[in-house]
C-alpha cells in the first residue's frame, strides 16, 4: 500500500502543480480588446403606460410612468445586425429635463447579447449608456454605447465593447 500511496500523491502534486502554472499564465497573458460598431437604430415598437396621477406621454410625466420600446439594429449599407429591446421607467416626474428616467436593454447581436442601462433627464439628443455585461462571445463584456437621436432619422449608435 506505502508503494502506492507515494507515486499517487507526487502525482497529485504534479497535475495540481500543472493546473496551478496554467491558470497563473492564461491570467497574466491575457489582454482585453476592444470592438467598435457603428449600427443604426430603427424603431420598431413603442408602448407606453401611463401611471397615475394620468397626464400627457412626454409632456407631462409621473413618477412610475414607464415604456418599452424594441428597434431593429441596422449597418449603414442596411443590412440587419441585430435587435435592441429596452424598458424605462420614469423616477421623478415633470415637464421636459425635469423628468429623470432610468433604463434597461438588452442588444442582440451575432454571437450574443450585450447588456445595458442608462439613466437619463429629459428628452437628450445624446445618450451615454453603460454595457453591464453580456452573453456568448460578449460575456464578461464592458465599455459604453453612445446613441445620437436625429430629428429625421434613425438613432446612431457607437459601441465600444471591452472584452476581457
Known sequence: MKKLLFPALALVAVVGGVVLFAGATSASTSTPR?????????????????NAPKGTPFERVSAGDAFEFTSALVTKTGKRAGTLRGHCVFVSGGKGDAAASICNGTFGLAG????????????????????????????????????IGESNGPNRDVFHVVLP
Open 34 to 50: 476592444t470592438l467598435t460598431y457603428h449600427l443604426l437604430e430603427k424603431s420598431l415598437t413603442f408602448a407606453y403606460q401611463d
Open 112 to 147: 450574443g447579447e450585450l447588456e445595458a442601462q442608462t439613466a437619463q433627464r429629459g428628452d437628450a439628443r445624446v445618450t451615454r449608456i453603460a454595457i453591464v455585461g453580456g452573453t456568448g462571445m460578449y460575456e464578461g463584456a464592458t465599455g459604453s454605447v453612445t446613441s
